[in-house]
């Protein structure tokens, strides 16, 4: 089968005036979406800002690949434009960031059938000098094709092999498409310049391709690791040294990484200390993999979050049908009714579950900076983090740090870790201690220091210094007392401050002072706005402005958040905190002032649903609330977007 075979005429277009990416990537779906290679224009395009937003597209020579992975892919295909005059807004890797050649490839879900590596033969058929001037010579969309056929990309390398040395490279990109083909092939002519041999195993779309074979490993002098996506079989290569890099550097300095993994090579792969992770993650910065820490931390938190909501949310669900707003209160646990019971500690079980967010998140994001030396230390940090500290030392009191806390005590068990366990050097013998002794004996010991010297001090302080600065509001004016207990309410979902504020607003509703409005719509609408965000972002600014995972933590964050349980936002809170916190408070005081003028009151402490027969002036109640969560809603949209267009944030 020929490339041709996955393109036609139609899909081929020459010299266009297109000047900017966002016009190529739409004109080039709508030819796809009209030949119906494609199902779903807006859902492909989606697909395809996604992968832009991981690593660059562009190539060398004014060459783009763009591609998207998506179920709407009918069948895989292509479809290329050659400019009249380069766009100088798509980043390349060459840094030259000017593109005339764009191909832009759909691929399906789950193809299996070859046709993934027949496209993948396009990307090596682009790195071929010659064949790229031709192409950008081609008079007739028939002399472009034909070039494209001509080349064999998949013909029997000429290895020079004079030195007998070999390297195996491992390649993987998110997509699995072009990048991975392509620096393996990078590497395979580098190599070949220097008479070494390099096998290059590719764990693209289609699985693991080309998979290297013991004898093969046993010969080579390194392993390189050019993946954007954790390996496959790590073990395989025990006691081997290597290097780990980004999946698009091989296509920007191949000879440097020959030369770095035959002179300084990054470590020795060691399974004992690392299973199937790497034991240092040098080619990212500090900032990357404290952002990939925090990304990780909050991908595992997710079903904890879900999982506690779903269990409160059914115990409270099926106890309203009784008429019982408060199964949580103990004395539910001996009802003579058994569904009762069972109502009451599915609720406590819930409550249990959230109280591992933390710990969870933490854990995760220590571990994807150090790998398993950090799982330990950063699971004791995020306990410290929630507060189980005071718990198991029968501390009363004691305000946790909450989620500032988890996020700090997660990245230093995470570099901790990670630093004594590159520096720490044992004779062989001894080497097993590392792991099991030392390495969780010291960071844990660091992260308690740290967390009773500096964490718990000042952001415990914070968060009892916001108590008492309720506390200190309770007889100012209305309005004020309103803003500020629906600010501090939404300030982290959930957590001490949003406790804090919380007691004291029930405190003055008791003694029927201060109605509980602000508090209640305070809970409700930051968790609700930021889940609608998820759903209408692609109809407000034509494109998705959430990645996959928080569009699923969006949609359990909105049915979360209509029973008063605000923790199903936290994940956004703790990827983009500035962003999520600021536009949470501002929504939650817009949507608690505006049902309160307009007459709205609830002294009940029932925020969910079930509650609002119990306000009083429900369309005040209900209009404060849409105000609120269409603010929080249409802010995260415009923000997020900008901030994406201007590259401050990522969509990964």
């Given amino acids: 089968m020929l490339l041709s075979d996955v393109t036609s005429h139609d899909l081929i277009l020459l010299d266009q005036e297109w000047n900017n990416r966002e016009i190529i990537l739409e004109n080039l779906s709508h030819l796809l979406f009209q030949k119906g290679k494609i199902a779903d224009k807006s859902a492909f395009l989606q697909a395809v800002w996604e992968r832009e ?102 013909a029997e390398k000429n290895i020079v092999n004079d030195s007998g040395k070999s390297l195996i490279v491992i390649t993987s990109c998110s997509a699995g498409i072009a990048h991975t083909y392509m620096a393996a092939e990078a590497l395979e002519k580098a190599g070949a310049a220097r008479g070494i041999r390099v096998f290059s195993e590719k764990q693209g779309a289609s699985g693991i391709e080309d998979e290297v074979n013991d004898e093969q490993i046993r010969q080579a002098s390194g392993v390189i690791f050019a993946a954007s996506l954790p390996p496959k079989g790590k073990a395989r290569f025990n006691g081997k040294p290597f290097i780990a890099t980004s999946v698009s550097e091989p296509l920007k300095d191949p000879d440097g990484l020959i030369e770095r993994i035959l002179t300084q090579p990054d470590g020795i792969v060691d399974e004992a200390e690392s299973g199937e992770q790497m034991t240092r993650k040098s080619t990212l910065s500090f900032g990357g993999q404290l952002y990939q820490g925090i990304s990780s931390g909050i991908s595992y938190m997710i079903p904890v979050i879900v999982a506690a909501g779903l269990m409160i949310g059914v115990g409270q669900l099926a106890a309203s049908l009784f008429g019982i707003t408060d199964i949580g209160n103990n004395r539910y646990a001996s009802q003579s009714s058994t569904l009762l019971v069972i109502c009451h500690f599915l609720t406590l079980y819930g409550n249990m579950i959230m109280k ?21 230390p950063g699971f ?19 305000v946790p740090s909450g989620f500032i806390g988890a996020l700090i005590l997660g990245a230093l068990a995470g570099f901790i870790a990670d630093y004594l366990n590159r520096h720490i050097r044992l004779h062989k013998h001894l080497q097993a201690m590392k792991p099991m002794l030392i390495v969780p004996g010291l960071s844990v010991l660091a992260i308690f220091f740290i967390n009773f010297y500096f964490v718990d001090p000042v952001f415990g302080g914070i968060n009892r210094f916001l108590q008492q600065f309720i506390t200190e509001q309770g007889t100012s004016s209305a309005l004020m007392l309103a803003v500020i207990i629906a600010a501090l309410t939404a300030f982290d979902l959930g957590g001490p401050v949003n406790k804090s504020a919380g007691a004291i607003a029930i405190g003055l509703a008791a003694d029927h002072i201060f109605p509980l409005t602000a508090r209640v719509l305070g809970i409700v609408i930051p968790p609700v706005g930021i889940g609608l965000a998820t759903l209408i972002d692609r109809f407000i600014v034509r494109r998705r402005v959430f990645d996959e995972n928080q569009r699923i933590t969006g949609t ?97």
């Fill in 556 to 652: 359990t964050s909105l049915i979360l958040g209509f029973l008063a349980i605000g923790e199903g936002a936290i994940p956004f809170m703790l990827k983009n905190p500035v962003i999520t916190i600021s536009i949470n408070i501002i929504g939650a005081v817009i949507g608690s002032v505006t049902a309160i003028v307009l007459g709205s009151v609830q002294w009940f402490p029932l925020p969910a649903i079930w509650g609002w027969p119990l306000v009083q002036n429900l369309p005040a109640y209900l209009s404060g609330m849409f105000i609120g969560i269409a603010f929080i809603a249409l802010a995260n949209v415009f923000v997020r977007y900008y901030l994406i267009k201007i590259g401050k944030i990522a969509l990964n």
């Fill in 380 to 398: 004791i940090g995020g306990a410290f983090a929630g507060g189980l500290h005071y718990t198991f030392w029968s501390v009363s009191g004691g």
């Fill in 53 to 154: 937003n991981i690593s660059e597209t562009g190539f060398e020579q004014g060459i783009a690949i763009p591609h998207g992975k998506s179920p709407v892919v009918n069948q895989p295909a292509f479809a290329a434009v050659r400019l009249t005059h380069p766009v100088d807004d798509w980043p390349t890797m060459d840094g030259e960031d000017k593109v005339s050649l764009v191909f832009l490839l759909a691929v399906p879900l789950g193809d299996d059938d070859g046709h993934l590596r027949l496209l993948s033969t396009l990307s090596l058929a682009l790195m071929d000098e010659q064949n790229v001037t031709a192409l950008k010579q081609a008079s007739t969309v028939e002399d472009f094709l034909a070039h494209l056929d001509n080349h064999d990309a998949t």
């Fill in 356 to 376: 591992f967010m933390y710990p969870v998140f933490a854990a995760y994001m220590a571990w994807s900076i150090a790998d398993r030396p950090g799982l330990v």
